[in-house]
């Protein structure tokens, strides 16, 4: 192999190398927002129950009905409600962070594959294992 394939060789690793590299870090990064975003939303979701059993609470005061059956039962509603976004939230959060993991490792071995073909390449590529097979 002469000396400038050597170099284009080397370069192309390191190139490689550094891309798989930084794909890594982002889809970490976006894996840390998907992560902040899902906190916010059940944030959100929880402030809007508090704000809605407020509401509920001083609406059943104002009609003199504070404390009965029908204004607990609305209560629990809520209170169900927002669990069951909180969980599907969460689940979502879940999903995301699985597929960005997934997503990395094949651009994992997309690199990993790169290296090959460059390092077959260098060594004489489909050419040279041609004239293995002719001499065989």
Same mark, same amino acid.
């Given at each position: 192999?002469?000396? @400038?394939?050597? @170099?284009?060789?080397?370069?192309?690793?390191?190139?490689? @190398?550094?891309?798989?590299? %930084? !794909?890594?870090?982002?889809?970490?990064? %976006?894996?840390? /927002? /998907?992560?902040? /975003?899902?906190?916010?939303?059940?944030? !959100?979701?929880?402030?809007?129950?508090?704000?809605?059993?407020? %509401?509920?609470?001083?609406?059943?005061?104002?009609? &003199?009905?504070?404390? &009965?059956?029908?204004?607990?039962?609305?209560?629990?509603?809520?209170?169900? %409600? @927002? &669990?069951?976004?909180?969980?599907?939230?969460?689940?979502?959060?879940?999903?995301?962070?699985?597929?960005?993991?997934?997503? /990395?490792?094949?651009?994992?071995?997309? !690199?990993?594959?790169?290296?090959?073909?460059? !390092?077959?390449?260098?060594?004489?590529?489909?050419?040279?294992?041609?004239?293995?097979?002719?001499? &065989?």
């Amino acid at each position: 192999m002469d000396p @400038v394939s050597t @170099v284009l060789a080397v370069v192309s690793i390191g190139a490689t @190398v550094s891309s798989a590299s %930084q !794909a890594k870090k982002a889809n970490k990064l %976006q894996q840390r /927002q /998907q992560e902040v /975003q899902s906190a916010a939303s059940r944030r !959100a979701a929880i402030r809007e129950m508090q704000i809605k059993r407020a %509401q509920t609470m001083a609406g059943a005061q104002a009609a &003199g009905a504070s404390y &009965g059956s029908g204004i607990a039962g609305g209560l629990s509603s809520l209170s169900s %409600q @927002v &669990g069951s976004n909180l969980g599907y939230s969460t689940e979502m959060s879940g999903l995301s962070k699985q597929i960005s993991i997934a997503s /990395q490792k094949a651009e994992t071995m997309g !690199a990993v594959a790169g290296l090959g073909m460059t !390092a077959f390449n260098g060594v004489g590529g489909w050419d040279s294992l041609a004239n293995t097979f002719k001499k &065989g």
